[in-house]
């Protein structure tokens, strides 16, 4: 898993561990490790990024040569960390039960294109739900792939769940909006709206996303991601963050990917979070991502290396009082 990270990386710092610290070895050594990043589908951004920090740290450093490699090293976790902290976290939990407060159901739309495992990974946040004591509508918003709704069907009918679905070529919004109005009616905690994810163009399936959205209004849209994609998977993200503006990313198929770079460049390109990763074909095989084991499967032991915290949000400060104007005294 992440094999070709975690060699990026550590061929990097073994090479500037060898060498005196002067800028034409450290531009050559950058240049192998953006190749090396690069072949592990890493988003250009992300490695301008990586290298412009690491360059800023290495050049005019004063380290002894025999810490130069854990300087590196730990320069390298310090820069990755910090990518995963600019986009922050997403409490699933805490929201719904905001909304439950509200007495309202709390609208997951998932979008991503067909074939990365978005309805499987639909059915396993629903049964991560139902573990967790919620109830669960799913509304199979997807009437443009043929079997989609079948395939939803067999989903909801194994874990016991409530379908509302139309025919096929129906309004996917009706469909959702049919969803929540039965979310409603029985007092039901979440609505999972499954959406196609090819059409004609992109431009239908955007607008298609679009007014689902302004229908049903969402309290959080998801992308779903193939790990071993690769590139591909970048480029998704890249548009459907510009047209749907989503909230956090599902990335499957995580278990298998050698690569590593789709994580990274998906949190750089969008601030947004990856909540959680795929890791096998059953309900259960869904895992929270973790940015420390993130770290700890591409770098190794993180022992003696600082990691930063996940950054708070500043809390906004209180207007001051506009001062009262002084009574102008009656002459």
């Known amino acids: 898993m992440f094999d070709k990270l975690r060699s990026a990386f550590s061929n990097a710092a073994k090479s500037l561990g060898e060498k005196e610290l002067n800028d034409k070895d450290i531009e050559d050594i950058l240049f192998e490790l953006e190749i090396s990043l690069m072949e592990s589908d890493v988003a250009t951004e992300v490695i301008e990024s990586i290298k412009d920090d690491l360059k800023t740290k290495l050049i005019g450093s004063k380290v002894d040569k025999k810490e130069i490699e854990k300087f590196v090293k730990d320069s390298l976790i310090s820069s990755i960390s910090s990518l995963f902290d600019i986009a922050g976290s997403y409490d699933l939990f805490a929201k719904i039960d905001e909304k439950k407060k509200q007495g309202k ?28 004591k919620y109830s669960v509508v799913i509304a199979a918003a997807d009437t443009f792939r ?27 919004a009706a469909v959702a909006r049919d969803a929540v109005l039965y979310a409603n009616s029985h007092r039901t905690d979440c609505v999972l709206i499954d959406t196609a994810g090819r059409m004609q163009t992109s431009k239908n399936l955007m607008e298609q996303i679009a007014k689902i959205t302004k229908v049903v209004n969402p309290d959080m849209k998801i992308f779903v991601g193939d790990s071993l994609a690769g590139n591909d998977t970048v480029n998704q993200a890249r548009e459907f963050y510009e047209h ?13 990917d050698a690569k ?13 979070p990856v909540i959680y990763v795929g890791t096998g074909q059953e309900y259960s095989d869904l895992k929270e991502f973790d940015k420390k084991t993130f770290l700890e499967t591409v770098f190794g032991s993180l022992d003696n290396v600082e990691i930063k915290k996940d950054q708070e949000p500043e809390p906004t400060p209180e207007p001051e009082p506009t001062p009262e104007p002084e009574p102008t005294p009656e002459p």
């Open 146 to 172: 043929a079997g989609a709704i079948e395939q939803l069907r067999e989903h909801t009918n194994r874990l016991n769940l409530k379908l509302v679905a139309q025919n096929y070529e129906s309004d996917p």
């Open 260 to 272: 590593g770079g789709a994580a990274l460049s998906i949190v750089k390109i969008t601030s947004t």
């Open 244 to 256: 749907v503006k989503f909230d956090a990313s599902i990335l499957t198929k995580s278990d298998a």
């Open 105 to 132: 159901p709390f609208l997951i739309l998932f979008v991503g294109i067909n074939g990365t495992g978005k309805t499987t990974s639909l059915a396993k946040i629903a049964h991560l739900l139902q573990q967790a």
